[in-house]
């Protein structure tokens, strides 16, 4: 699918973007692979590393919708991965992140259809789900945002598509590389904001992977949403220092005790597949099929039950203490 196709992604040089350009040159040969980002010392390092002929690296902001007009030019595929992720930050600075998350999501989706984009994908949260933060409710707008823009599309053929996940192992900001530093500088014990606390699990790849894999199913308008384990938080604290003590600390401001992917009140709209959800659009596309039951691959799906509601607590999937061990260190190869 990706063989000779232009791709480009914002905010290409976080961690996502770096696995998924090591996975698109090792599986693919893309014509053109564009790195679209607003830090030179980043793409510097990065090209470092990635310097096939096909690499591109633009410096620019998704605020600036001159810059993404132009850096779309002749892109068939766009994964938007840019945004302000920092919940603290976010609640410091609520017009940044506004106009990071909710402007460049308006820029993007315009740049994309006026270049004729034949494929979007964004990059979600689980905090986007029923949001306590300023994080998590510029994240809502954006998905509703790029749903919608299905509908704005007129003659053009550009499509776009949210995908939802939980928590990456080892990614920037996460709490595995968190704990990790506090254990190598002889830390006494480890924080633990609350003793009951879960998170959603996944890997990169296995992010990447999904990524990809949705390019293939999307038809426009879904947001899809893997099934992947949860995990205890003491119990990620006990695999990674089986000696330290845990020190409770109390929950941060606008963090939740557990997480959801699937809220309940969207539960009408929820489609289940064998290893993932499918979030169908609130609204009526005026051009297209409203069925997501049956994706662009002829996989089948059925409506869940009402009230179904896809939350880190009751997941029925937990990774145990060991499974933890191996999990993390899986995702650190």
Known sequence: MFNNKSILITGGTGSF???????????YKPKKLIVYSRDELKQFEMQQEFNDSCMRYFIGDVRDQDRLMQAMNGVDYVIHAAAL????????????????????AENVIRAAIENDVQKVTALSTDKAANPINLYGATKLA???????ANNMTGGHPTRFSVVRYGNVVGSRGSVVPFFQKLIDNGASSLPITHSEMTRFWITLQQGVDFVLKNF????????????????RVVDLATAMAPNLKQEIIGIRPGEKLHEIMCPRDDSHLTIEFDDHYVIGPSITFHAGDNDFSLNALGEKGSPVETGHEYNSGTNPVFLSVEELREFNLHAQL
């Open 17 to 27: 973007g770096k696995q998924y350009l090591r996975t698109i040159l090792d599986r």
């Open 142 to 148: 954006s998905d509703k945002m790029f749903v919608a």
């Open 85 to 104: 992720k920092q919940v603290p930050a976010a609640e410091y600075n609520p017009m940044e992140c506004i106009k990071t998350n909710i402007h460049g």
């Open 216 to 231: 293939e199913r999307m038809k426009g308008g879904e947001i899809f949403v893997p099934k992947i384990p949860s995990m």
